[in-house]
């Protein structure tokens, strides 16, 4: 397995459409393994293919308190049940900051496994809040697109200025 490196606000990358997987190969499984071995590592909570800048519909997360119960979506397809909830929600591609984001609550999920197997879920509360999040970073949305542009501009002068002392990354 291998550590995978997160792009981050404002990188352009992090915009880019995901396309649905066609291929459920070892090619995929090893995607999975190394994206939900990059997640705790850093730790997080969910990360999306977007992240790591592979433009497929490849969700990663684990909402567990013991961090024991991965999940893998692939071409995720999400409908809204109802309600509505507000979370402070954080990013690994946004590090350092947090917001408060209102979503709906309750949802209803279609994908697939990592072998390509069909299931379906009902979420709500911190898994569905994850999915929405994740679900958002496949079609090229962040969070900070969910706050007002003043904190969004904020959060992203900050970072550039942090890019700009980080040494070059290869
Ligand atoms: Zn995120």
Do not use: W
């Not at 997360?61 to 893998?72: H, L, N, R, T």
């Not at 954080?90 to 709906?104: A, D, I, M």
Request: contains cysteine; negative net charge.
């Amino acid at each position: 397995m291998a550590l995978l490196d997160i792009l981050e606000f404002p990188d352009p990358r992090l915009r880019t459409q995901a396309k649905p997987v066609t291929q459920f190969d070892a090619a995929l499984r090893k995607l999975t393994e190394d994206m939900l071995e990059t997640m705790y590592d850093a730790p997080g909570i969910g990360l999306a293919a977007t992240q790591i800048n592979v433009h497929q519909q490849v969700i990663v997360m684990d909402v567990s308190e013991d961090k024991s119960q991965p999940m893998v979506f692939i071409n995720p397809q999400i409908t809204v049940v109802g309600g509505e909830k507000e979370y402070e929600e954080g990013c690994l591609s946004v590090p350092g900051f947090h917001e408060n984001v209102v979503r709906p609550d309750v949802i209803h999920v279609k994908a697939l496994n990592a072998q390509g197997e069909a299931f379906e879920l009902q979420a709500d509360g911190l898994l569905s809040v994850c999915l929405q999040h994740e679900m958002d970073h496949l079609n090229g949305v962040l969070f900070v697109d969910h706050i007002s542009r003043l904190k969004r501009d904020r959060i992203r002068r900050k970072l550039e200025k942090q890019h700009k002392v980080a040494a070059p990354r290869s």
